[in-house]
T-cell receptor, first 112, second 116 residues
Framework: EAQVTQNPRYLITVTGKKLTVTCSQNMNHEYMSWYRQDPGLGLRQIYYSMNVEVTDKGDVPEGYKVSRKEKRNFPLILESPSPNQTSLYFC???????????FGDGTRLSIL | AQSVTQLGSHVSVSEGALVLLRCNYSSSVPPYLFWYVQYPNQGLQLLLKYTTGATLVKGINGFEAEFKKSETSFHLTKPSAHMSDAAEYFCAVSDRGRNAGNMLTFGGGTRLMVKP
């Protein structure tokens, strides 16, 4: 089954404790992205990647890092999480730039 | 940079009534346009998309949207609402061309409520 898998689905942690949210897709897609969803703001793009080793900033990259060492994986790293990064995060992938995104089920992060 | 405006963060309709969710974008060059639906505790699912060709686009679950260049709009409609349509709906746009990269800009979302 074609899917985008994120882990964990839920995480409660404390300020400053490094965390990684993994994202994996099995569709051989070139493009992958990370978004955060906050009430009233819709989804805002954090980082995106157009291929292995090619990443770029989205609208809200501050406080986040990503890497794309393999085509299927695109982890999101919070080196020193802060409470304002409490949010619902989505990973997405798509085959080409003019194709719709396939979304994971989301990761709800709470930073205390 | 693109911006996307969804008029009305909450829309309430009766079951069987027309659904109209509004979306306007800011680009002077027509972008690629998408509507997504999000059910509680789930990711986003594609309802429909416009990239080129016919301006009236049909999607899943009886939804359709019409691209109007002169109005920079891409409103979503459904003739008759079902209870199962209750969800949050997002309009999204993507600039044309490979050099535009992978930027996808979302509107703020519209929560649709369907009354029995």
């Amino acid at each position: 089954e074609a899917q985008v898998t994120q882990n964990p689905r839920y995480l409660i942690t404390v300020t400053g404790k490094k965390l990684t949210v993994t994202c994996s897709q099995n569709m051989n897609h070139e493009y992958m992205s990370w978004y955060r969803q906050d009430p009233g703001l819709g989804l805002r793009q954090i980082y995106y990647s157009m291929n292995v080793e090619v990443t770029d900033k989205g609208d809200v990259p501050e406080g986040y890092k990503v890497s794309r060492k393999e085509k299927r994986n695109f982890p999101l790293i919070l080196e020193s999480p802060s409470p304002n990064q409490t949010s619902l995060y989505f990973c997405a992938s798509r085959l080409e730039y003019n194709q719709p995104q396939h979304f994971g089920d989301g990761t709800r992060l709470s930073i205390l | 940079a693109q911006s996307v405006t969804q008029l009305g963060s909450h829309v309430s309709v009766s079951e069987g009534a027309l659904v109209l969710l509004r979306c306007n974008y800011s680009s002077s060059v027509p972008p690629y346009l998408f509507w997504y639906v999000q059910y509680p505790n789930q990711g986003l699912q594609l309802l429909l998309k416009y990239t080129t060709g016919a301006t009236l686009v049909k999607g899943i679950n009886g939804f359709e949207a019409e691209f109007k260049k002169s109005e920079t709009s891409f409103h979503l409609t459904k003739p008759s609402a079902h209870m199962s349509d209750a969800a949050e709906y997002f309009c999204a746009v993507s600039d044309r061309g490979r050099n535009a990269g992978n930027m996808l800009t979302f509107g703020g979302g519209t929560r649709l409520m369907v009354k029995p």
